[in-house]
């Protein structure tokens, strides 16, 4: 089917063709143009999409989303459990006690705030078909990142320091089945907000996003996701500016 | 051309024409855009070149139809999906947010007719009656042989006639000239399935 569409294809005389498009016409022309910002929205999916598919995956399906629906509990067998800076392998995932946050890892600097093709700087991390590889450094450069049992996510200065950041406006979530990265909830729109402050600044961040399955067999159901921020740390008292990959204790969530 | 303007112009220019085609397939504005934007996604994000608006609109077409077929309900936007989970009885056929245009006469009856259709059904009637695709290539579009195509488009057209028929019967509300009836234009069994 490589044809234009540029004018009517339905067969001369054929009167349900002839009504169905008048139907089409009507429909679309009553919305007027499309604006800018549907452009604006699929460029950046796109861009996800190619940035994810450079980060080691090969993207079957992806869908809009929002559809998903964060449970109220966490993923079983993990309650109060938290990401242990340091660790390695899932098995770490289980390992330790309250609160919920933070863990961290570096990259190159800027690779994760903008809607580039450049890997996502959590790739290493949450990596499609791999198992999640928790083994960086215990360095979050001031941040930590706190994913609440329903759905909120914040974003963070740690207690005792201070820091100045940008952070996305949006959280992305690596959705793992049986310790290996199936997907990811990939934010919708671009954007980051400056956070700036001591102890007790937070930012939230919104949940707008849409399905990248890792293959053609989409998750369904409930997934365990975990909550991933790339933020790049301008100044900090703990340590070196720089990115911060700030990873959050998983939680089911459902996917239709 | 890059991709990007490749995509401003088909949005710009063939937009309203993909929102159309859009909304026979799903009898939704709000979700015919979600099927749109999915679509663009999927075209411009794939690995095939689409370098030229002509084309590209031909790929977005295509991968509406599939996008549409193999899972589009089950993926759409949360609040589209709040939407669609309401009873046919509470949601008309063609949604809340259809155009105002479309709510009268023939248009509206031939748009709660093809609600009532299976999405491959719709799928099948449009790919055949609006994009004059044969059998053959709609079972390749679509992926499904081309015994199951004849036999959605014949279930398809036989289920547009049935709910058309009564809109034949309708007494016009106002002084108004009364439209042809419906279902003496579309005849829908004047067309041989190729």
């Known amino acids: 089917m490589s044809r234009t569409h540029h004018t009517p294809a339905h067969a001369p005389g054929d009167p349900l063709g002839e009504l169905l498009t008048d139907l089409a016409d009507a429909a679309g022309s009553a919305r007027g143009p499309l604006d800018g910002a549907l452009v604006g929205r699929v460029t950046s999916r796109v861009r996800r999409r190619r940035a994810a598919r450079r980060a080691g995956t090969t993207i079957a399906a992806a869908g809009a989303v929002g559809a998903v629906t964060f449970g109220a509990s966490h993923v079983g067998g993990l309650g109060g459990a938290r990401v242990t800076p340091g660790a390695s392998g899932p098995d770490a ?10 863990f961290v890892g570096t990259a190159e ?8 093709d450049r890997p996502a700087p959590w790739a290493s991390v949450f990596d499609c078909g791999l198992p999640v590889r928790l083994g960086t450094p215990p360095e979050a450069r001031g941040l930590t990142l706190e994913a609440a049992p329903a759905s909120t996510v914040s974003v963070g200065v740690r207690d005792g320091q201070r820091v ?93 | 051309m890059a991709w990007q303007s490749v995509l401003d112009e088909l949005v710009r220019d063939r937009g309203p024409a993909l929102l159309g085609h859009a909304y026979l397939l799903t009898g939704d504005v709000r979700d015919a855009e ?58 008309p056929p063609d949604g809340p947010h259809a155009p105002p245009e479309l709510v009268v006469g023939n248009r509206l009856a031939l748009a709660q007719a093809l609600a009532t259709l299976t999405p491959r059904e719709r799928a099948c009637v449009v790919l055949h009656h609006v994009e004059d695709l044969p059998v053959g290539e709609i079972a390749e579009v679509l992926g499904l042989s081309t015994g199951t195509v004849k036999r959605y488009l014949s279930d398809g057209r036989a289920a547009l006639r049935t709910h058309l028929e009564p809109a034949s019967d309708a007494s016009p509300a106002s002084d108004a000239p009364p439209e042809p009836p419906i279902l003496e234009r579309i005849a829908v069994h004047a067309r041989r399935t190729r």
């Open chain 2, 34 to 91: 979600d099927l749109v934007q999915d679509a663009l996604v999927k075209v411009f994000s794939g690995r095939r070149r689409a370098d030229e608006v002509g084309s590209a609109e031909a790929y977005v077409r295509r991968a509406m139809h599939t996008i549409f077929v193999d899972g589009f309900r089950r993926r759409r936007h949360w609040a589209t999906i709040r939407h669609l989970t309401a009873s046919r009885e509470t949601s």
């Open chain 1, 109 to 116: 600097p800027g690779a994760g705030t903008s809607p580039s």
């Open chain 1, 93 to 102: 995932t289980r390992a330790t006690a309250q609160p919920s946050t933070a």
């Open chain 1, 164 to 256: 100045t950041a940008q952070v996305p406006r949006t959280v992305t979530y690596a959705l793992v089945e049986h310790g290996v990265v199936v997907g990811y909830l990939w934010p919708d729109e671009d954007g980051t907000v400056r956070l700036e402050g001591a102890s007790d600044t937070w930012v939230q961040l919104d949940q707008a996003v849409h399905l990248v399955a890792c293959d053609a067999d989409e998750p369904t159901g409930l997934v365990e996701a975990w909550p991933v921020v790339a933020a790049d740390v301008s100044e900090t008292t703990a340590g070196a500016p720089g990115q911060a990959v700030l990873v959050g204790e998983p939680r089911q969530v459902s996917v239709p």
